[in-house]
């Protein structure tokens, strides 16, 4: 009996309700922060403060408003004593609340300091745009000197007049040139702003201009040139498969196939017509199965080059050719060759489209280079498209 009663004394004291706490006793809250000092930046400042001598400190907060009813905080720990606060879109004066956290959870008073962030990324990029009338659309040119993630919008009307988004450029290049396109001749309005990741937004710029007439090139004119240092054709797959509309041919043809040859190597056709062009669509080999894209015979780095003369040389020398794009073609997913996704397929499906240059001469002949392919010593296209101003 007597060692009965003395296990279940034991199994009722083991059966008691853990309590964990923190090993820092409860106690008064820290003491705040001492001499600030505030470095400006863009869209952001620096904030340097003193510790007070407490070893429970565990980070300082700063708690403020990047706009009217938006909070962000951040926080820096014990071992550094400056914090940074960011997401400002505007150079106005803001207050900055700082607080000492101990290892109990419990915050010091407050410490107000006021900064005036130096002009944020996303209005320097919207002081920069230039929009100029392109083929079909408008160009757009911006400079992003600290390389932020900003998005360029671009506004018009649609088909029932009313005015909403009509392309979105995201970048954190430090700058770049680009064209929406898609749209008539006709006057019509343009908006541009821009916005970051902070939820940010600038005003809106609004132009009203006539995009530049596009039109899509007639196919049934464009002829093969066979000039001296051209790549031939090889397994019957003859250049006209270019222009023949056909993007998926199946294993049996529907492409254009070179001969293997060293790098570089390039190929010579007739648009038939001179033309200013605006841009450039090419289409991979992309027959089943999938894993043909993004890999083989099909071109990964490449330069197209135009020739207004009558004639271009007819020795195949380059003294008469003017290049209008360099590319390289980009696998969305990432994937090593021969895996693809279903964001491969569809890209692939759309084609490499490539704007050409409002500096670039009419031109009527067009030479490629081809520099680089995904594996082999021949290449693959499937199909071109041109677009332009005759």
Not at 175 to 195: C, L
Request: glycine letters at 8%; proline letters at 6%; hydrophobic letters at 35%.
């Amino acid at each position: 009996m007597v060692c009965f009663l003395t296990v279940l004394f034991f199994s009722i004291i083991s059966c008691k309700k853990a309590v964990h706490s923190s090993i820092y006793p409860d106690g008064d809250k820290p003491a705040p922060l001492t001499s600030t000092s505030v470095v400006n930046s863009p869209g952001s400042a620096t904030i340097t403060y003193s510790l007070p001598g407490d070893n429970s400190i565990l980070y300082v907060k700063a708690s403020y408003e990047i706009r009217k009813g938006v909070m962000r905080e951040a926080k820096s720990s014990y071992y550094s004593n400056s914090v940074t606060v960011d997401g400002f879109g505007d150079t106005l004066e803001h207050e900055v609340k700082l607080y000492v956290v101990n290892r109990s959870d419990l915050s010091s008073g407050a410490v107000t300091v006021k900064v005036k962030p130096l002009t944020p990324p996303l209005l320097s990029v919207y002081r920069s745009l230039k929009v100029t009338p392109d083929f079909g659309g408008a160009n757009i040119q911006f400079v992003n000197p600290m390389k932020a993630d900003v998005v360029i919008v671009t506004l018009t009307a649609d088909s029932t007049g009313a005015i909403g988004a009509a392309n979105s450029k995201y970048t954190a290049a430090d700058s770049g040139s680009y064209s929406v396109r898609g749209y008539d001749s006709t006057k019509r309005v343009f908006g541009f702003y821009v916005k970051d990741t902070y939820g940010n937004y600038t005003d809106t710029t609004y132009l009203t201009f006539s995009p530049l007439y596009e039109k899509f090139l007639d196919k049934s004119k464009f002829r093969e040139v066979d000039l001296p240092t051209d790549v031939a054709y090889d397994w019957g797959l003859v250049m006209p498969n270019l222009w023949d509309g056909i993007i998926k041919g199946g294993l049996i043809g529907g492409f254009f196939h070179t001969q293997a040859k060293p790098f570089p190597m390039w190929f010579t056709f007739d648009l038939g017509v001179k033309v200013r062009l605006s841009r450039i669509t090419l289409w991979q080999r992309q027959d089943p199965p999938a894993d043909w894209i993004y890999n083989q015979n099909n071109p990964k780095v490449f330069e197209i080059y135009g020739c207004s003369d009558a004639f271009p040389n007819a020795d195949g020398s380059w003294g008469d050719w003017t290049m209008l794009v360099h590319h390289e073609v980009v696998k969305p997913s990432g994937l090593p060759m021969g895996s693809v996704t279903q964001a491969d397929i569809d890209a692939a499906a759309g084609g490499e489209e490539m704007t050409v240059g409002l500096d670039k001469p009419a031109v009527r002949y067009i030479r490629v280079k081809i520099l680089q392919t995904f594996t082999n010593s021949a290449t693959n296209i499937a199909e071109m498209s041109f677009w332009g101003q005759p």
